[in-house]
């Protein structure tokens, strides 16, 4: 990718360009996007409807070692005023009662912890081997990795309901219990769409506890009404933007490791573009053809978790 011209604060990132050729055919949209399009909340819906296919991205061949175990659960949040579930996924070789580093992966808008990845399952995104590809050795380091029901708020905080809190104040103590991501052992956090706007907040809210951080396509507006235009419900008023909008507050991602990843003709470009332009220099910045939708999400999910391992390593 080009930076946009001289003295550009692009020079002071890592931009990648991603080498990914288009196909003929719309893949299907995945957790987050194909909601995001069926109710109107993403941006440049009308657009999406009418492209042919030639934004999405070939999905990658992956190639996993035998998954690890993993279990599910539910337990009452009191941040959230309700019953979420949960996965618990270990690496291969791993079981309950190893401690490890963890991966906190964050859902999109309209998905859950059953379906927060796209393609794949939470033990598979742990077993997938180095770059994901066939053939590759495993020579990632291990974690685990656990998701959660977030809602459909944005994954800031509404009157009644939490998800932030409930993630760090909840969810994280009871992984750390089990000995995943307990210090020594650090944590991170990944989303996708919605969720990448909440592993983006996450991480700038909570610099003690969250080590690294990755977001594919982050559902990341401008303004609060832009943001109130395509979805009233996002935040809960002109404040609560202001006080969780990740561009404006980039700087408290300090010297953090930060990787974010957007398709050129993802609806939210121009505002991860901002984003981009705003995070601390040393942030992985990574833009190519693509969409809002699951082939993009696929794609970008394994150098994604790889740049988290190398950090949590």
């Known amino acids: 990718m080009t930076p946009n011209g001289p003295g550009s604060r692009w020079s002071r990132r890592r931009v990648l360009t991603l080498g990914l050729a288009p196909v003929a055919v719309l893949a299907c949209a995945g957790a987050g996007g194909a909601e995001l399009i069926s109710r109107g909340v993403l941006p440049g819906r009308s657009l999406l409807e009418e492209l042919d296919g030639t934004c999405s991205v070939p999905a990658p061949p992956l190639d996993f070692a035998p998954p690890g175990p993993s279990a599910d659960g539910t337990f009452y949040s009191a941040a959230r005023r309700r019953t979420v579930g949960y996965t618990i996924a270990y690496p291969p070789g791993h079981r309950r009662g190893d401690e490890l580093p963890l991966v906190v992966m964050l859902h999109g808008y309209g998905g859950n912890h059953a379906n927060a990845l796209a393609g794949m399952s939470p033990a598979q995104a742990v077993a997938l081997k180095s770059g994901g590809r066939p053939g590759s050795a495993m020579a990632r380091p291990p974690m685990a990795l656990v998701t959660v029901d977030g809602g459909g708020g944005y994954w800031n905080p509404h009157p009644g309901d939490d998800p932030m809190a409930m993630v760090v104040h909840e969810m994280i103590p009871r992984c750390r219990h089990l000995g995943l991501g307990r210090p020594p052992h650090r944590v991170a956090v990944m989303g996708i769409s919605m969720g990448g706007y909440g592993a983006l907040l996450l991480a700038e809210r909570y610099p003690a506890v969250f080590a690294a951080v990755a977001a594919v396509s982050p559902a990341v507006w401008t303004s609060y009404p832009q943001a109130r235009q395509a979805n009233p419900g996002a935040f809960a008023s002109a404040a609560a933007f202001a006080a969780d909008d990740v561009i404006t507050h980039a700087a408290a991602l300090g010297r953090r490791p930060v990787r974010i990843?957007?398709?050129?003709?993802?609806?939210?470009?121009?505002?991860?573009?901002?984003?981009?332009?705003?995070?601390?220099?040393?942030?992985?910045?990574?833009?190519?053809?693509?969409?809002?939708?699951g082939s993009f999400f696929v794609a970008q999910e394994p150098p994604s978790l790889a740049f988290l391992a190398s950090h949590l390593a």
């Open 261 to 293: 990843a957007s398709g050129h003709d993802d609806p939210f470009y121009p505002g991860v573009q901002a984003l981009a332009r705003a995070l601390p220099a040393g942030a992985v910045v990574a833009f190519g053809p693509g969409c809002h939708d």
